[in-house]
C-alpha cells in the first residue's frame, strides 16, 4: 500500500506556473505507474498525464499536451508535474494517482484503473 500526498497548489494568473509535488509513502513507490487527474467543480474527475515506473515513458491529455510535463524522482519518492501557461480552464482539484497492476508499457487514463489517491490540491487559474 501506498499514501500519497500532493503539494503545490494556489493561486495563479492566467499564463503562469505552478508545479505541483506529489510524495509518497513506503518504499515500492518504483513500482507504481503514477498519474494525475484533476477535477472541475460539476464535472467528473478526467486524465491530465502519466507516468512510467521509470520515468521513460509519459502520457498527456491533449487539453495539456505542451504546457504540461510530469516527471518523477524514484530515490525521492515524489512525482511532479510542472504546469506552463496556465488557463482559465485548467482551474481544477488535482490528485496524483498510483496504479500498481499496469503491464510494463501500458500508461492507463481512467480513474478507475488506479489504485490509490492523494486528498488533492486546488488550482485556480484567475484570468
Known amino acids: 500500500q501506498v499514501q500519497l500526498a500532493e503539494s503545490g497548489g494556489g493561486l495563479v494568473q492566467a499564463g503562469g506556473s505552478l508545479r505541483l509535488s506529489c510524495a509518497a509513502s513506503g518504499r515500492t513507490f518504483s513500482r507504481y505507474v503514477m498519474g494525475w487527474f484533476r477535477q472541475a467543480p460539476g464535472k467528473e474527475r478526467e486524465f491530465v498525464s502519466a507516468?512510467?515506473?521509470?520515468?521513460?515513458?509519459?502520457k498527456y491529455a491533449d487539453s495539456v499536451k505542451g504546457r504540461f510535463t510530469i516527471s518523477r524522482d524514484n530515490v525521492k519518492n515524489t512525482v511532479y508535474l510542472q504546469m506552463d501557461s496556465l488557463k482559465p480552464e485548467d482551474t481544477a482539484v488535482y490528485y496524483c494517482?498510483?496504479?500498481?497492476?499496469?503491464?510494463?508499457?501500458?500508461?492507463?487514463?481512467?480513474?478507475?484503473?488506479?489504485?490509490?489517491w492523494g486528498q488533492g490540491t486546488q488550482v485556480t487559474v484567475s484570468s
Open positions: 494517482a498510483a496504479d500498481r497492476l499496469t503491464p510494463i508499457g501500458i500508461l492507463r487514463t481512467r480513474a478507475d484503473e488506479y489504485d490509490y
Open positions: 507516468i512510467s515506473r521509470s520515468g521513460s515513458t509519459t
